[in-house]
C-alpha cells in the first residue's frame, strides 16, 4: 500500500521537528542550569526552539516547563517521560546523569535501542549524543561505540566549574570522541561552556576529569585540615583565607570553596548555606572510586588518592546527613571527630 499525502507530510513534519530539536537528560544539580542556559540562548539565536526535558524525577522536568515557558513565547519545551521518547523527539541528546550505572541503562536500555529504530526508518537522520556524566572511562567508550553502531556520533564532555559555573554558563567541557563528533558539538557546548577543549578520542574527556578531580577530593581535605588547625592556634579564618589565597597553597578549594564559615566574607561558597547546592560528597566519592580504579587497571599508584576515598567513605558512613551536602563538609566531619579527641 502507498503511504497517503498526509501520512508523508506527517512524517516529514516528524523529521523537520527532530532535526530543529534538543532534548537534555537528567535535571538534576547541574542539569537544570545547563538545560536553562541551553534552552534559553538557542531561543535566542532562532526565536523558536524546540526543547525536551527528562528526568527520572518527574516534578524536575515539570518544574522546568513552568518556570521558563512564559518567560519565551514561541518556545516549545515539552515532557518526555522516558529517555526513548527524549531519543524520538530530537536529533541533539545530552544527559548529565549520576553515574556509570545510569548513563548505562539510559543508553542501553533506551537510547541505543530506539536509535537504531529511528535511524532504521530514515537513513537520512542524523544524531549527537554528548554526555556530560562523570562516569566509568570504559563504560563511556562501551555505550559511544553502541550509538555509532546505530549511525549516530557521541561524544564524553564532562564538566569542570560547578553548578556556579553552570548557572554562569562558563563551565569547561573535556571532550573524548572525534574529531567530526567534536567539531559537530562545539556550539552546542559554547552555549553551556566558555573552555571546550578536545582532549582525545572516546573516553578521553573522562580520563582528564577523572584526574582533575583526584586532585580536587585530596584538596579539599587538606584545605579543611588547614583551616580547623589555623583557627585552633587562634587565627581569624578570613586572614588564614586570604593568607593562603595568596601564598603558595592557595587553590579552587580555599578560594573558591572555602569550607570554614565566615573565611570568603565576599563570596557564598556552599559552607555559607549549611553545604547545600554544591558537588555532593557522594559523588566526590564516587569519582575518587573511579580514579582508584582506573589507576588499579593501569597499575599506577595513588597514595593520597586512596587516602582521600577512604576519608570520603568514613565521612559517609559515620554522618551520612552529609552525603548530599557539599563535599566540602568534610570540614565538619573533621571538626566533630578533633572535638571527640579533645573531650
Ligand atoms: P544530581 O544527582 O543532582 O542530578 C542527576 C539527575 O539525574 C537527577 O535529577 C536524577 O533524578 C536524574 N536521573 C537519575 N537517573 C535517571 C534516569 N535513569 N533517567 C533520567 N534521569 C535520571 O547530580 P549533579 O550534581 O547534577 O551531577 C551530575 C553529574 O555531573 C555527575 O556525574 C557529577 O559527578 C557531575 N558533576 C557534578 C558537579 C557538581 O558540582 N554538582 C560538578 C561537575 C561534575
Redesign the pocket.
Known sequence: MRPSLRCLQAASAAVTSRSKSTSF???????YQMAYNLFSKQYLQTNDAYFVV????PG?AVAFRENFSKQYPGAQINIANT?EEAARASSRIVT????SP?VK??YTGSIIPTLHKVHGVNANEETLCID????DVEVARQVASGVAETGGKMIDA???G??TGAKAGTLSFLVGGTENAFEMAHPVLSLMGQRIIHCGPSGAGLAAKICNNLVLGVQQIVVAEAMLLGQSLGLDPAILASVINSSTGGCWASSVNNPAPSALPEKSPPCEREYEG???TA?ML??MGLASDVASQTKSLLPLGEAAKQIYSTVIEKQPELARKDFSSVYCFLKDQGSLRTQ
Open positions: 537528560i537528567g535535571l538534576g544539580q547541574m542539569g527528562c528526568d527520572a524525577l524536575s529517555p548529565m546523569l549520576p553515574s545510569q541503562t539510559v556530560s556524566t562523570t562516569l564532562p564538566v569542570s560547578g553548578v554544591g558537588f555532593a559523588l564516587k569519582d
